[in-house]
C-alpha cells in the first residue's frame, strides 16, 4: 500500500499538496507549531512543505492527515480540471427529450458515466499510461441539407474510411476504442435512455449505452452516438426511444446515420438478390440478414421500407404478426442465454480500463478490495478473481492436442522489439 500511495503522491505537484495540507490544517485550527512538532521537524521545514519548497513523506502526509482529520484520499485526490463531463449536460431540458415525468434517471444515467470516465482516467494517471485521445470533427452538416440524407452520406464516407465497405460491423466498439480513445461503457439506465454521450478535455469522447437494452438495440444506439461525435465532437448528446418518427435536424442526421452504418443500403440489397437467386423471400431469410448484421429484425423491416425494396404496410403488417421468435427457434438461431457476473464486468468498462485495472493489482500498486470498490463498481471478489485468471492466462494446444493455460505474472516486464 505505501508504494500505491507514494505513486498518487507523485501525481500531485509539491505546491498543490502544500496548498491543501495548509488548508486542512487551518480547518483543524491547528497552528504550524504544533504541527511541525507532531512531524519531528522544524517549523521551517513546516513552512517549506506548505509552500511547496519540499515535498511531504508519504508516512509524513499519513502523519497529518491523522492529526488533522482528513482523510488521505481527500489530499491525494487528483487535478479535476478538465475532467467534468456533467456541466454539458445542466443545459438539457427534460421535456426536450421526451422525458417528461422528472429528470432524475438521466441525472443518474450521467452521473454513472461521469463516474466511470473519471475511473478510467485515475488508473492511467497511476500508471502512467495516458490514453490516446484522437477524435476530432471530420464532417460539416450544412444545415439547409435534407438532414437523413447527409447521415447516409457521412456513414457511408465512414465505413470506407474505417474499411468496413458494405459489411456487417463485427467489432464496432473495439474500433472506436482503439482508434480513436472513445470510452464507452455499458450500464444499467432508465428504460426511456438508449445511450449518451459527453466530452471533457482531459477525459476525451466518453459514451454511454443502456445495458438493459437488447443486444442489437445498444448496437445501434453506438452507431448513433458515434455519428454525433463525427460532426459534434464537443457537445453533448441523450439519445431516448420515441414513439414518433424523428422531428429535429439532429434526430433526422442521427436516424440516417446510424440506419445507413448498421445497414448499409448496398450491402442489403445484395443480400436481398442473393436470397432471389433461391426463389422469393421468406420471414425466415429476412431474419437470417439481420442476424447477420446484428440488428433487430424490426430495424431490417424498417430499412426495406427505405431503401424502397418493401411497401411500409406489409413492414408493418409482418412486423405485428410478432412471428419473430417461432422463427427464430425453425432456424436454430441461438439466443442469448442469461449473462454471468463476468459477462456484465466485461461488457461493462472498456477493454482498456480492465487491462489497467488487472495490471494495478498484480503489480501490487493497489489491493484487490481497493480496485474492486473503485474502479470495477464493487464488484465481487470471486468475479474480480476471475476477471484476473481471464486477463492474465493465454491457452494454446500442445503437439498432442492437449489444451493448456499460460499464466502470465510478470504483465510489467519490458521486453526489447524492433520498430518500424
Known amino acids: 500500500m505505501s508504494d500505491h500511495l507514494s505513486r498518487l503522491l507523485e501525481l500531485v505537484p509539491p505546491e498543490v499538496m502544500g496548498k491543501r495540507l495548509q488548508h486542512a490544517r487551518n480547518q483543524a485550527n491547528v497552528l504550524q507549531d504544533a504541527a511541525a512538532k507532531t512531524l519531528g521537524v522544524s517549523r521551517p521545514t513546516m513552512v517549506n512543505i506548505e509552500k511547496g519548497a519540499r515535498r511531504v513523506t508519504v508516512d509524513e502526509l499519513l502523519e497529518l492527515s491523522l492529526f488533522y482529520g482528513v482523510e488521505p484520499s481527500e489530499l491525494l485526490r487528483q487535478d ?3 475532467t467534468d463531463l456533467t456541466i454539458m449536460f445542466r443545459t438539457l431540458q427534460e421535456q426536450d427529450l421526451g422525458l417528461f415525468q422528472n429528470r432524475e434517471p438521466l441525472d443518474r444515467a ?3 458515466l461521469q463516474q466511470h470516465a473519471y475511473a478510467s482516467l485515475q488508473l492511467e494517471q497511476l500508471l502512467r499510461k495516458p490514453a490516446s485521445l484522437h477524435l476530432r470533427q471530420l464532417y460539416q452538416l450544412d444545415p439547409r441539407r435534407n438532414p437523413e440524407v447527409q447521415g447516409e452520406r457521412i456513414a457511408r464516407q465512414e465505413r470506407q474510411r474505417l474499411g468496413l465497405g ?14 480513436f480513445g472513445v470510452r464507452i461503457y455499458h450500464y444499467p ?15 476525451g469522447a466518453c459514451i454511454g449505452i443502456n445495458r438493459l437494452h437488447p443486444h442489437k438495440r445498444q448496437k445501434h444506439t453506438l452507431a448513433h452516438e458515434w455519428g454525433h461525435a463525427l460532426t459534434h465532437p464537443l457537445d453533448q448528446e441523450v ?6 418518427p424523428p422531428r429535429s435536424f439532429e434526430e433526422k442526421f442521427a436516424f440516417g446515420f446510424a440506419m445507413e452504418f448498421t445497414l448499409p443500403a448496398e450491402g442489403v440489397r445484395e443480400a436481398i438478390d442473393d436470397v432471389y437467386n433461391t426463389g422469393e423471400p421468406t420471414v425466415g431469410d429476412l431474419l437470417r440478414i439481420a442476424n447477420r448484421y446484428e440488428v433487430s429484425f424490426e430495424a431490417l423491416m424498417r430499412r426495406l421500407v427505405t431503401i424502397d425494396l418493401m411497401a411500409k404496410n406489409d413492414a408493418e403488417r409482418i412486423i405485428k404478426q410478432n ?26 468498462y472498456p477493454e482498456r480500463h480492465l487491462h489497467h485495472a488487472v495490471e494495478a493489482f498484480t503489480t501490487e500498486l493497489l489491493d484487490e478490495e481497493d480496485i474492486r470498490s473503485r474502479f470495477l463498481g464493487n464488484v465481487d471478489s470471486l468475479t474480480f478473481n476471475a476477471l484476473v485468471r481471464r486477463l492474465t492466462s493465454s491457452f494454446d494446444v500442445t503437439d498432442d492436442g492437449r489444451v493448456v493455460a499460460y499464466r502470465l505474472d510478470q504483465l510489467d516486464q519490458r521486453v526489447s522489439l524492433r520498430r518500424r
Not at 239 to 244: G, K, Q
Open 239 to 244: 439519445t431516448v426511444l420515441h414513439d414518433r
Open 323 to 348: 412471428i419473430v421468435k417461432q422463427v427464430e427457434r425453425e432456424l436454430g438461431i441461438e439466443q442469448p442465454g442469461e449473462a454471468t457476473a463476468l459477462d456484465v464486468l466485461l461488457h461493462t
Open 110 to 112: 450521467i452521473d454513472a
Open 189 to 203: 439506465m432508465d428504460a426511456k435512455i438508449s445511450g449518451l454521450y459527453g466530452f471533457a478535455p482531459r477525459l
Open 80 to 82: 479535476d480540471e478538465g
Open 166 to 179: 458494405d459489411e456487417p460491423i463485427l467489432n464496432l466498439r473495439e474500433t472506436l476504442e482503439h482508434q
